[in-house]
């Protein structure tokens, strides 16, 4: 039976070549054969038997030796065993029968042992090979997430496809209004290649079409579609991801063009207060370079002031919570120490799945016109003051004039020794005192009109020199000046300018006291007429040095406070600043006024 057995499997080529693939040796397979059939018809049927049928079973499958195959082997075996045992028959007819159905039952039951094994081998493959194509989705889901769905990417996908189905080509169409071109096709197909055609879509709509091409897939296991479908949805999400990456960046480069070009400052924040966003018109107007901020902590840079961050992140919360903001004031720190006021427009910055990401703000420079508005406010309060001075310098210099006329009459009476003669000389000066605090509150309240002309810094110092001098020889006080400007001529109201300096030389010789000294020096600097002034006397005091300039302010006794403020006007009347600070020894004011000019010889 066994010889016969193999001899008919050696004579059909797929049953040899699983044979020849198992890599055991054909006598050895023929005593298997044999010691089976020996226990087929003398072993009894055990729990230990059927395990052993089951081996039998499984060795089977792992080999290749589909189940069919063995089916037929096993009827081969059966009307061998059949034919021996009715040809070497002696006993009686009945018994024959007997045992033929006996042993047709023995076989049977093997036969049911060792098609168990093949079931549940079918499934362990199954489970492997199920597994085989979750890793193979996995390495599409990493290609695509990767390499995008160009070329690169489709081709991956095909060769894993081509594990499981016959694939040869994959074409993918997408509906034209996506605006995004089709990726072109990975692989030549033969030309007999059938093809699969399976629908692109997410959840929400469909995206076009993908055909899987290749021989035999119209015979296709039904088992294998399912993977088909689970590649289609993988691409399709790929695509999705992709149309949706195209358009944010489409979106984030129009914004960040109109960024570009906006007059405001267009500022992003992420949610640690990191500067993400900072538009050319920012750089202008803090001094700062977009590479010198991008990543750095807003608010160390920009916001110095505790207490003004705490409202601002206060804010910027809100802004998160999804509460706009709209006209939010404050000062941020530029490049060089400035302040600049800012009017700030905000809204919450959500990435492509709606999850907020930080803030977007839009600031407008409002510094010029908060300056204007205290300008104006100012420029009432001195209309205000004006009209009252007016009024009072009528009424008050009028019977001042009549009272020093009287008590000159009464001196000229008088004899040049008479004690009352030193009495009228002290009401004259008391009086002319009281006439220029009226003069400096009424020139403190009237407003500038320049009228501009050209001059020199040598022609000014000339004109205001001789006006000092008189105090500068009772008070012992050296006046020294140094040209240093090149004779550069500037635009200016030098009758302003002549009040302006002569205010500051005064203050400096009463400061410097006996045998002290005043030096003046005028230098230009980046298209500024510099003239700075330093005396050798004590200095400002400390609790009014950043308060100079300020109406009725005075260290000095008996003076007006109006002298500084006056001259502070005029010089930022010219668009220049005055500045004042303490030398080691003595005080040093300092006027800066453009001057775009060219020297002349």
């Known amino acids: 039976?066994?010889?016969?057995?193999?001899?008919?499997?050696?004579?059909?080529?797929?049953?040899?070549?699983?044979?020849?693939?198992?890599?055991?040796?054909?006598?050895?397979?023929?005593?298997?054969?044999?010691?089976?059939?020996?226990?087929?018809?003398?072993?009894?049927?055990?729990?230990?038997?059927?395990?052993?049928r089951l081996l039998i079973g499984r060795k089977h499958a792992q080999i290749g030796l589909r189940q069919?195959?063995?089916?037929?082997?096993?009827?081969?075996?059966?009307?061998?065993?059949?034919?021996?045992?009715?040809?070497?028959?002696?006993g009686a007819p009945r018994r024959q029968d007997a045992c033929l159905a006996a042993l047709h039952r023995a076989i049977d039951a093997d036969v049911a042992a060792i098609c168990e094994a093949y079931v549940e081998e079918s499934e362990r493959e199954l489970q492997r090979e199920r597994s085989r194509e979750r890793a193979s989705l996995l390495r599409i889901h990493e290609h695509l997430l990767r390499t995008g769905v160009e070329l690169p990417g489709l081709d991956a996908v095909r060769s894993e496809v081509a594990l499981f189905?016959?694939?040869d080509r994959i074409e993918v169409r997408l509906d034209p209004h996506r605006r995004v071109s089709s990726p072109?096709?990975?692989?030549?197909?033969?030309?007999?290649?059938?093809?699969?055609?399976?629908?692109?879509?997410?959840?929400?709509?469909?995206?076009?079409?993908?055909?899987?091409?290749?021989?035999?897939?119209?015979?296709?296991?039904?088992?294998?579609?399912?993977?088909?479908?689970?590649v289609s949805d993988a691409l399709a999400q790929s695509f999705a991801t992709h149309m949706a990456h195209d358009s944010v960046r489409a979106s984030e480069e129009k914004y960040r063009d109109l960024a570009a070009t906006a007059d405001s400052i267009i500022l992003g924040l992420d949610l640690e207060g990191r500067v993400t966003l900072f538009n050319r018109y920012a750089e202008e107007l803090t001094g700062y370079r977009a590479e010198e901020v991008l990543g750095k902590d807003y608010f160390e840079v920009f916001i110095p002031d505790t207490e003004v961050r705490r409202a601002i992140l206060a804010n910027i919360d809100g802004v998160l919570a999804g509460t706009p903001t709209r006209g939010y004031e404050n000062e941020i720190r530029c490049r060089d120490g400035s302040r600049r006021s800012m009017l700030w427009n905000s809204r919450r910055h959500l990435d492509a799945n709606g999850?907020?990401?930080?803030?977007?703000?839009?600031?407008?420079?409002?510094?010029?016109?908060?300056?204007?508005?205290?300008?104006?406010?100012?420029?009432?309060?001195?209309?205000?003051?004006?009209?009252?001075?007016?009024?009072?310098?009528?009424?008050?210099?009028?019977?001042?004039?009549?009272?020093?006329?009287?008590?000159?009459?009464?001196?000229?009476?008088?004899?040049?020794?008479?004690?009352?003669?030193?009495?009228?000389?002290?009401?004259?000066?008391?009086?002319?005192?009281?006439?220029?605090?009226?003069?400096?509150?009424?020139?403190?309240?009237?407003?500038?009109?320049?009228?501009?002309q050209r001059g020199t810094f040598r022609e000014l110092v000339e004109r205001v020199t001789p006006l000092v001098s008189a105090r500068e020889k009772t008070a012992g006080v050296r006046l020294r000046v140094r040209d240093r400007t090149g004779g550069v001529r500037c635009d200016a109201d030098f009758f302003q300018l002549d009040r302006a300096l002569l205010n500051i030389l005064l203050n400096a010789v009463d400061a410097a006291g006996p045998k002290g000294s005043v030096d003046v020096e005028g230098i230009v600097s980046d298209g500024h007429l510099v003239i700075q002034v330093a005396d050798t006397g004590p200095g400002f005091p400390a609790d009014i040095l950043g308060r100079v300039g300020e109406p009725f302010l005075s260290s000095k006794a008996g003076g007006t406070g109006l002298g500084l403020s006056i001259t502070k006007r005029i010089v930022e009347a010219h668009g220049g600043t005055l500045s004042v600070s303490n030398a080691p020894r003595g005080a040093v004011v300092r006027l800066r006024l453009p001057c775009p000019s060219t020297p002349e010889s």
Not at 194 to 215: A, K, N, Q, Y
Request: aromatic share 4%; charged share 30%; hydrophobic share 40%.
């Open 165 to 167: 189905v016959p694939v």
């Open 355 to 452: 999850v907020p990401i930080g803030i977007i703000a839009v600031g407008t420079d409002i510094t010029e016109r908060r300056e204007a508005e205290v300008n104006l406010r100012e420029s009432e309060k001195l209309a205000a003051i004006g009209r009252m001075a007016t009024s009072v310098a009528h009424e008050v210099k009028n019977p001042l004039a009549g009272i020093k006329g009287v008590i000159g009459v009464f001196e000229k009476g008088l004899d040049s020794d008479h004690p009352h003669r030193e009495m009228c000389q002290l009401i004259r000066h008391r009086i002319d005192s009281l006439v220029e605090y009226v003069d400096d509150v009424v020139n403190f309240a009237k407003p500038l009109n320049l009228q501009r």
């Open 68 to 90: 069919n195959h063995f089916l037929t082997a096993v009827s081969v075996i059966r009307e061998s065993l059949v034919e021996i045992l009715i040809r070497e028959w002696n």
């Open 184 to 230: 072109p096709p990975s692989g030549t197909a033969p030309p007999d290649a059938e093809r699969i055609t399976l629908e692109l879509r997410t959840s929400e709509e469909p995206l076009g079409e993908v055909s899987f091409c290749g021989r035999g897939l119209r015979s296709l296991d039904p088992e294998r579609r399912p993977f088909l479908t689970l």
């Open 1 to 52: 039976m066994a010889d016969r057995f193999y001899a008919h499997i050696e004579a059909v080529p797929l049953l040899s070549a699983i044979l020849k693939r198992s890599g055991v040796p054909l006598a050895s397979l023929r005593e298997t054969l044999r010691d089976w059939a020996r226990d087929l018809l003398t072993v009894e049927r055990t729990e230990k038997y059927a395990e052993r």
